[in-house]
């Protein structure tokens, strides 16, 4: 019986096609949630990442720079409202020290299939100290599996955030001094700031005395008795300085940065007192 040696190879070329063919790989992600982003570095749990490869295949995994305008595989951005941007990054370890990008032998991680499903972790951060918008801000990552020997595979998944309105605010105090029954003008500041875009309103109340309104305050001193003072919102102290929105309050738009306001404060004259020491005390109230 003779053989003929070149039946062979058409046997050897259906068996590796076998074998390429359960090596195929599938890979999932859910959403990357950040939150609520506030301004201070924001580091969500881990995200898992659903790898499922033929046994013993080996494999890469790279995510790409995302979509955003300008972005790279190490300052990834998300956009929101007015293409505004929100930096954010991928890491491969839970201390956030070795970036998860799209360079093989470099920044991509490497597995072995075990014919089933496998979990990695992607640990997002967004970094402190980002003066944005308020808004939805939204990314989307491929992420692409390279299987030794088998066709590569892609997915999407999407990175989210929100940023809210907020306002932060601090005062020092307003001091007259010594009253001698002459007219007194002081100032004091208020410290704002709103996030970017943020329009505010910043009102003064009537104080703690009895009978003080937002255009007559009165200090209480010893036995009760009352010294009157004004507040108001300009230099020249023509403009009162009360609580109603769109009547006598301080409007503005914040910038994402601590913004000045002055209190122009006028202890008036011709106030006969008994002598001592006189205070009253201002909730101040910034509404946006």
């Not at 998300?78 to 998860?100: D, E, I, V």
């Not at 307003?174 to 410290?191: E, K, M, P, Q």
Request: include cysteine; aromatic fraction near 6%; hydrophobic fraction near 35%.
């Amino acid at each position: 019986m003779r053989r003929w040696p070149g039946l062979v190879a058409p046997m050897l070329l259906l068996a590796c096609g076998a074998q390429a063919a359960a090596a195929a790989c599938s890979v999932s992600v859910p959403t990357v949630n950040f939150g609520t982003y506030t301004g201070t570095l924001s580091t969500p749990g881990a995200t898992p990442m659903t790898v499922t490869c033929g046994l013993l295949t080996l494999y890469t995994v790279a995510l790409d720079a995302g979509v955003g305008v300008g972005a790279t595989t190490t300052t990834r951005k998300m956009t929101g409202p007015g293409s505004a941007t929100l930096n954010y990054q991928m890491f491969q370890n839970s201390s956030r020290t070795t970036n998860w990008g799209n360079t093989a032998g470099t920044d991509t991680v490497s597995g072995t299939g075990i014919g089933s499903a496998q979990t990695l972790q992607i640990y997002p951060q967004a970094a402190a100290g980002q003066i944005v918008v308020p808004g939805t801000y939204t990314d989307t990552i491929t992420v692409t599996v390279t299987p030794f020997l088998s066709a590569v595979v892609t997915t999407t998944f999407t990175v989210t955030a929100t940023v809210l309105a907020t306002c932060t605010l601090s005062a020092t105090a307003l001091s007259f001094g010594i009253y001698t029954g002459l007219v007194r003008d002081v100032a004091s500041t208020l410290t704002i700031t709103c996030t970017n875009t943020t329009t505010y309103n910043v009102g003064l109340d009537a104080g703690t005395a009895t009978g003080a309104t937002v255009t007559t305050r009165k200090m209480t001193g010893p036995t009760s008795a009352k010294l009157n003072y004004a507040m108001y919102r300009n230099s020249t102290r023509t403009l009162n300085w009360g609580n109603t929105v769109g009547s006598d309050t301080l409007s503005s738009t914040g910038n994402g940065s601590a913004q000045l306001s002055n209190v122009f404060g006028r202890l008036t004259g011709g106030q006969v007192v008994p002598v001592g020491a006189y205070s009253d005390t201002i909730i101040v109230t910034v509404t946006y």
